[in-house]
């Protein structure tokens, strides 16, 4: 009964800014993980920004540091992923991810998933 629902995605310029928010419903356990993922087609899923512990452990790719920035409503469930000065290479397909906290951050590790946000950065 796990329900996770992405939103915010949308077009953007090079440089700009978009907000993704992630509300994972369902939950009697406060023991759960979320995390935000890209795909791109003929690629592999990668971790975006992953919460990965209990304890609020976070994972972030490379290629994000600095620019993106988790924040996370715990009353709300909600996770939010502030991307900020966009390049071209962001454009992908960004998936939320919810499941029992289990110290991984690869997504083969998250059951329950989002059906996907499109986010589309022009040069």
């Known amino acids: 009964q796990v329900q996770v629902v992405e939103s915010g995605g949308g077009s953007a310029q090079t440089g700009g800014s978009l907000r993704l928010s992630c509300t994972a419903s369902g939950y009697t356990s406060r023991r759960y993980c979320m995390g935000w993922f890209r795909q791109v087609p003929g690629k592999e899923r990668e971790g975006v920004s992953v919460?990965?512990?209990?304890?609020?452990?976070?994972y972030d790719a490379d290629s994000v540091k600095g620019r993106f920035f988790l924040s996370q409503d715990n009353v709300k469930n909600t996770l939010h992923l502030q991307m900020n000065s966009l390049k071209p290479e962001d454009t992908a397909m960004y998936y939320c991810a919810a499941d029992s906290c289990s110290g991984s951050y690869q997504s083969r590790d998250f059951g329950y998933w989002g059906q996907g946000t499109q986010v589309t950065v022009s040069s």
């Open positions: 919460i990965y512990s209990v304890g609020g452990a976070t």
